[in-house]
């Protein structure tokens, strides 16, 4: 249903016409949207013109998608003001800004946290009103200034800073006393996110032990961060968190919650900041570029990548400095550099081989392995199209299958599968497939998913094929199932 008539919206019909997008296309998008976060939405070109020539506001989330649509033509955020929507129930800016004063950074991050994720309270979560919002210019403000000063003068909160903030809630203790921050609170935050690594590896970023870091963020961080601490107990608060945050995001990358993982991803990078810990920052810098190059912006992605690496140079371990460079090789190849990428390779590679056992690398980083480099690789050049090396690269990814990280073995098969099948195996490339599709079908994964169902769209050209038809039948549950 939609609101009483206001007269037309010439705000709307304005940005429409800028957008270049018809009635009938702006209520597609806005219909595919909502069916994107478990929506069924009927809208049609009569619909969008009742919006514009009488000014009608449509209920529930339909604004937000409609500022998201638009906006994902235009390749900028849209609000909801720009297109005469602003009396609508209004969508938070939560999570996309990176203040320059510490103490403003802490309520960023802790209003993130509270958010309404998926609607616990009944109706429509935050992240299903923001479906597809993902703006890749929302990180060149955090990025720019990450660069300028990668660390606060000082993070010491009083006591009159925990009242300040709190309000009379969240950084208060049960005495009702502003909460006192130490040692061991922060070790309990950094034990979570150490298990919830291994979950997420394991399980897939929707499995229900990952969903429990924003509950973990919420419940747990927030109150800490409103609470009081020295300056050395904050850097290591903030430190935390951010792995935390992070963590939230990437998981959120992984089900496919782009906006929600951009949102973290910002407010992990301004908490890495206030901990001075440059390494960690440039780790959220490359999950930002990861995320950008998969959502097809590889030029911002190979920017993001080298902002880390700039940064870093003299202060991270050269097994953190190879997984920059090899994040900047995954953006590069999909830009189709091949030369650029090339050498974004041999450069990880050389980093990767002058790391040593005993090296301080971050406990976040130990994931990172010469298997996972080849696995990485493998990919780079299947974006290039070259499939020999894929295989090559491949071959030793998968040299050592561990069910620690079931989710990147998964992967890797689909990999596999497309390079035998770019190489004319088809035998070869089905059997990857079924490999891959056992594992997709144990986790919870809408990336893997959205591997395997691109390989099955490169084997339509088989489908009549025994194989590929049994191959087809085993990947059904992931080719009828939302990503």
Same mark, same amino acid.
């Given at each position: ?15 429409l016409?800028?957008a270049?997008i ?25 619909s ?45 800016e ?6 320059r ?19 616990r309270?009944?109706g ?33 909160r ?15 203790g ?18 979570a996110?150490?298990?919830?690594r ?8 929707g ?27 904050g ?5 935390a ?15 496919g919650?782009?906006?929600a ?11 890495a ?17 990861l ?11 190979v ?6 690496l ?16 090899? $994040?900047? &090789?995954?953006?590069?190849?999909? =830009? /189709?550099?091949?030369p #650029?990428?090339? *050498? +974004?390779?041999?450069? !990880? ?15 976040w ?49 689909? $990999?596999? &599968?497309?390079a035998?099948?770019? =190489? /004319?195996?088809?035998d #070869?490339?089905? *059997? +990857?497939?079924a490999? !891959?599709?056992?594992?997709?079908n ?23 094929e ?18």
């Amino acid at each position: 249903m939609s609101r009483e008539p206001r007269g037309p919206n010439e705000k709307l019909g304005t940005v429409l016409a800028l957008a270049g997008i018809s009635n009938a296309g702006l209520a597609r998008r806005v219909n595919d949207l909502g069916a994107q976060r478990g929506l069924t939405l009927r809208y049609d070109k009569t619909s969008v013109a009742r919006w514009v020539s009488k000014g009608m506001v449509p209920q529930g989330a339909a604004p937000h998608l409609i500022a998201a649509a638009i906006g994902s033509k235009l390749g900028r955020p849209v609000p909801l003001h720009e297109i005469g929507l602003a009396d609508a129930d209004p969508a938070p800016e939560v999570g996309l800004a990176f203040p320059r004063d510490i103490g403003q950074a802490v309520r960023s991050a802790a209003e993130l946290y509270r958010l309404d994720l998926a609607g616990r309270r009944g109706g429509v979560g935050i992240w299903q009103s923001l479906a597809g919002s993902f703006a890749v210019s929302a990180y060149a403000t955090p990025a720019s200034r990450w660069l300028i000063s990668p660390a606060d003068t000082s993070v010491a909160r009083g006591p009159e800073d925990a009242e300040d903030a709190a309000g009379g809630a969240g950084g208060s203790g049960p005495d009702g006393l502003p909460q006192r921050v130490g040692h061991s609170d922060v070790t309990k935050l950094r034990e979570a996110a150490e298990d919830a690594r291994r979950w997420d590896s394991k399980y897939g970023g929707g499995d229900w032990r990952s969903s429990m870091v924003p509950e973990c963020l919420r419940v747990d961080a927030a109150p800490l961060l409103l609470g009081s601490y020295s300056d050395e107990v904050g850097r290591s608060l903030f430190g935390a968190t951010a792995e935390l945050t992070r963590l939230a995001g990437w998981m959120a990358f992984d089900t496919g919650q782009q906006e929600a993982a951009q949102r973290y991803y910002i407010q992990a990078l301004r908490l890495a900041r206030a901990a001075a810990d440059v390494p960690l920052g440039g780790y959220v810098l490359a999950s930002m570029s990861l995320q950008a190059t998969y959502r097809g912006f590889a030029d911002e992605g190979v920017d993001l990548a080298q902002a880390a690496l700039e940064r870093n140079r003299g202060l991270a371990t050269a097994r953190t400095m190879s997984f920059f460079r090899l $994040v900047e &090789a995954r953006a590069q190849a999909k =830009s /189709g550099d091949g030369p #650029a990428c090339g *050498a +974004a390779l041999k450069s !990880a590679e050389g980093w990767l081989e002058r790391s040593r056992s005993g090296d301080a690398d971050p406990s976040w980083l130990d994931f990172y392995s010469h298997e996972r480099f080849a696995a990485d690789a493998a990919e780079c050049y299947r974006d290039l199209r070259l499939p020999r090396q894929v295989r090559r690269f491949t071959e030793q990814a998968l040299a050592r299958p561990t069910e620690e990280f079931v989710r990147s073995h998964g992967l890797r098969l689909v $990999v596999s &599968a497309v390079a035998e099948l770019e =190489s /004319g195996n088809l035998d #070869a490339a089905c *059997a +990857a497939g079924a490999r !891959a599709v056992e594992v997709a079908n144990r986790i919870s994964s809408a990336r893997t998913t959205e591997y395997v169902r691109d390989l099955m769209h490169r084997l339509e050209a088989y489908r009549d094929e025994p194989r590929v038809a049994e191959l087809r039948e085993r990947a059904r549950p992931l080719l009828v199932a939302p990503a």
